[in-house]
């Protein structure tokens, strides 16, 4: 239990720890290897202690899943009742431990509080909705004009391996483990090794439910070792990973050599379209969301600003002032609104890539500092950044920072805009807004990209769709979508004629 928590400091005991939970049973490595995540905020604390999976780890836990989906461990394959209660009391057991799940993930991502409370809630959210779905996966049926039937029935596609980033740690688990529980598969999940508790969390939860053992298993370790054998291993029928696009792009080319299902969530390099007509403020303040949530470290993230040349100047005055106000800081405090970036490595990549917009001569508006001081010196805090004047094809305008680093761009009319904000590999979000509603359908249309949304930002609705045109990924996950991609559909075809000698059969039997 969690105890009450001060303002500014988090009421749980410290390391966490994440061990493999295989079959039902928790366990250390096999060898006892650990590894420690340090908190992001204040590097002096170790915030987890987890166990660092290996291969024959990683094997014991497909061998766990393989067979409780060949054996169909209590019925789950068909009793969908069941599956619809594991994933409810799931949603309920996570309402129920909220600040604990809030605290965790706050800690190990260094995200503020204010984001990571609701972060639960919607992580809780995308399991009741699968539920909801788990007893209502219908097939079809056909009948032929000689009589003959066709049924095409859904089964869970087996197996699944799941391997997950760290950004949003709980609602990118939830959007892979809730519907393919709600399809019958069998999971082994693979955290990424910056959240590791957080996942153990909620798989910890999710055993106090009636989820049969073997169903839900997890390997921690890294990701060249248990990723790599979700990917290769035959045992395992379909892969879901959601990470980097470099990372994905390796992961694809692995899998095709035994024509493994892939789903891919890769990454984005979102543009925010904002017309002459737009609405200053309600724009302005759409876009900051999308900016400097999480730090900027979102796959949907506003990385990209492009600005009608007649309203540049009012937006870059408001989005500046709503940026100064940003305050950062200690992610356990109530009132912090950014926190730091994930790791050392992610700092200095931040920091080079403001380097290279001063080095380009593009202006910079706001931050570009490493922030020092009281409060600041033992984590990786970075200024929300923005830079005015950016030429999309640098590599400002093209590549993911995946932090607080904005490009803004100006455009002159709707054919520059559309083009500007397809002229990236990435495809998977946009936002457009003008008082224009048919214009602003018309971009929406023209954008290639998953999500593109009209007056808002980043809103992410679990009965809508999330996933990437382009580099950015395949497939679809969130609402019936996300359920599909845990589906195979089988045809059972039935003679309906009774006839011993059908017309086909005379192309090779005669008389
Ligand atoms: P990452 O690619 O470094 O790691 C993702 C996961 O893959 C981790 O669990 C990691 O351990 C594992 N992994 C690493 N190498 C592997 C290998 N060779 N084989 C198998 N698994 C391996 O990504 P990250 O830093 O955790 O996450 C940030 C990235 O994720 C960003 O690019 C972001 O855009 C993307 N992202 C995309 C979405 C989306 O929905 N499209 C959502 C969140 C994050």
Redesign the pocket.
């Known amino acids: 239990m969690t105890s009450q928590r001060a303002d500014g400091q988090y009421s749980i005991e410290l390391p966490l720890s994440c061990p493999l939970l295989i079959d039902g049973e928790e366990g250390a490595a096999t060898g006892g290897g650990e590894f420690q995540r340090e908190n992001p905020a204040n590097t002096r604390e170790v915030a987890t202690v987890a166990a660092r999976g290996t291969l024959e780890d990683a094997r014991a836990g497909i061998a766990a899943a393989r067979r409780a989906f060949d054996s169909n461990a209590g019925n789950w394959l068909n009793n969908y009742k069941l599956r619809e209660q594991v994933l409810f009391r799931t949603a309920q057991l996570m309402r129920e431990n909220s600040d604990r799940l809030a605290q965790v993930v706050s800690l190990e991502v260094g995200m503020p509080m204010r984001q990571a409370v609701p972060h639960i809630a919607a992580a809780a959210d995308i399991f009741e909705f699968y539920a909801g779905l788990a007893g209502k996966i219908y097939g079809e049926s056909f009948t032929l004009p000689n009589g003959s039937l066709i049924n095409l029935v859904k089964e869970p596609v087996g197996v699944v391996g799941l ?6 740690p709980l609602t ?1 688990t939830a959007r892979k483990v809730a519907p393919a529980l709600a399809a019958g598969c069998t999971i082994v999940l ?5 959240t590791p508790a957080a996942a153990y969390e909620l798989v910890r939860l999710m055993h106090e439910t009636d989820i049969p053992a073997g169903v839900l298993n997890l390997v921690p370790g ?3 070792v248990v ?2 054998e ?2 290769t291993s035959r045992d395992i029928d379909k892969l879901s ?8 792009k ?2 694809a080319a ?1 899998a095709a050599t035994e024509v493994k299902r892939i789903s891919l ?4 390099k979102a543009p925010y379209l904002i017309f002459d007509d737009a609405d200053v403020e309600a724009a302005s303040q759409a876009a900051v969301f999308g900016m400097f949530r999480n730090a900027g ?4 993230a506003t990385t990209r600003l492009l600005l009608e040349d007649g309203i540049h100047d009012q937006v870059l005055e408001r989005i500046t002032q709503l940026t100064r106000a940003i305050e950062v800081g200690n992610p356990a405090a109530n009132s912090t609104d950014m926190g730091p970036v994930i790791s050392a490595s992610q700092e200095q990549v931040v920091q080079e890539y403001i380097k290279f917009g001063m080095d380009a001569g593009f202006e910079l508006v706001t931050g570009g500092n490493k922030l020092q001081g009281d409060g600041y010196n033992d984590g990786y805090y970075v200024e929300p950044t923005i830079f005015d004047g950016v030429d999309n094809s640098s590599r400002l305008g093209q590549e ?1 920072i ?1 932090g607080p680093v904005v490009a803004v761009t100006t455009f002159r009319d709707e054919a520059e805009a559309v083009e500007l904000a397809n002229a990236v590999d990435f495809g ?1 979000v946009a936002g457009v807004w003008s008082a224009d509603y048919p214009r602003a359908m018309r971009v929406a249309r023209g954008i290639r990209a998953g999500t593109v949304w009209i007056w808002d930002n980043y809103a992410q609705p679990v009965e809508g769709i ?3 045109y382009k580099q ?2 395949m497939g679809r ?1 969130l609402g019936y979508h996300g359920l599909e991609d845990f589906l195979e559909v089988k045809q059972i075809f039935t003679d309906g004629t009774g006839l011993t000698s059908k017309p086909p059969y005379g192309q090779v039997i005669k008389g």
């Open positions: 391997i997950t980033p760290w950004n949003f990118q693979k955290p990424a090794s910056y890294p990701g060249t990723g790599s979700l990917v990973f959601t990470g980097e696009t470099g990372t994905g390796m992961i692995q969530e890769l990454g984005g470290q979102a796959c949907g993911e995946f998977l999330w996933g990437g950015s990924g996950e």
